[in-house]
């Protein structure tokens, strides 16, 4: 049973400036929700309550939007926009929300290991909550999640992109194992399209088991000069310990304009037929 979910929301969304200039890029809203909500409801409903946020300076946003507003509950109270806060109170309701900082900006793997203190010696999810996902039938982290209770491993989900784009992503190779599945046997960040081993993208769902964060703490800055989860990744699938899930459903770019108004655009049309 996992029942924890980090969140690394320290980075500083500086393609959507000046828009995140003085506001979490994670608070900017996909119709009337904030985008982190959406993860955090992805990763209460497969089960993980304790909400975990690697955060920096600028997000305190995020703290507030988990937790009681009282002067804005109390002057909305027994009106009709009481209802619009349903959904963010029985959150808030279900879960539990910790926090710790990110000092420096040293990629998604130190990420990951300041997390540590958060998350102790279990298996976890994690969600990068730029990566929204409508998963077919159920969530992409209920998805990874039955796959981690059979074969207990690392669990990446993955989708094909666009040959011509493989230099956006983590890329993939391995075995196939069962439908929809591969045990990972390469793994490498953002190759060229000549590098690339395939076109299977990693994308922001994973349930990573707590080796990781040894595996982190010897992994040396890689691309970019960050610490790359990619190359821990690597490493445990090295060892066979890393499958990657083709998941079932659809999944969207919000970390780049175009991939946030197709999301807008989708949950907007949801939004109308459920009105
Ligand atoms: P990205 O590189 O996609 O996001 O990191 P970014 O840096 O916030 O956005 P841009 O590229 O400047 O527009 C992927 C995820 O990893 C987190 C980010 O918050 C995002 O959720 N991250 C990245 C950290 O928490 N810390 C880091 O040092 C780097």
């Known amino acids: 049973m ?3 979910c ?25 119709v009337t929700k904030p985008l982190i909500q959406y ?9 993980m309550r304790n909400i975990a946020f ?3 300076r ?37 879960c539990t929300f910790s926090y ?11 990420a990951i290991l300041t997390g540590e203190t958060l998350i102790g010696n279990q298996p976890f999810g994690v969600i990068l909550a730029d990566d929204l996902c409508v998963g077919e039938p159920d969530s992409v982290m209920a998805q990874l999640l039955r796959v981690h209770e059979k074969y207990g491993c690392s ?20 075995q196939p194992l069962e439908d929809g599945l591969m045990r990972v046997e390469h793994m490498v960040e953002k190759p060229s399209p000549q590098e690339a081993p395939s076109n299977l993208a990693v994308i922001g769902r994973y349930i990573l088991t707590p080796d990781i964060f040894d595996i982190l703490r010897n992994t040396p800055a890689g691309k970019n000069g960050e610490v790359q989860l990619t190359d821990a990744l690597h490493t445990q699938a090295k060892n066979g ?35």
């Open 39 to 47: 993860g955090v409801e992805e990763a209460s409903d497969a089960g």
């Open 54 to 56: 690697v955060t920096g």
């Open 100 to 110: 710790t900082r990110q000092t420096h900006m040293r990629g998604l793997g130190d």
């Open 58 to 94: 600028g997000k305190r946003a995020i703290e507030d939007h988990f937790d009681v507003t009282y002067e804005l509950e109390d002057q909305i109270s027994g009106t009709s926009k009481e209802s619009q806060l349903d959904c963010i109170r029985e959150l808030i309701d279900r």
């Open 2 to 4: 996992i029942t924890k």
């Open 6 to 30: 980090l969140f690394p929301v320290a980075g500083y969304g500086t393609r959507f400036l000046p828009a995140t200039k003085a506001q979490p890029k994670e608070m900017l809203p996909i």
């Open 155 to 174: 669990v990446i989900a993955v989708e094909e992109v666009d040959p011509g784009d493989t230099d956006k992503y983590g890329i993939v190779s391995g």
């Open 241 to 275: 310990k890393v499958i990657a899930c083709r998941f079932r459903g659809r999944r969207f770019d919000c970390g780049s304009v175009e991939g946030f108004v197709q999301a807008t655009n989708f949950f907007f049309q949801r939004h109308q037929t459920a009105a």
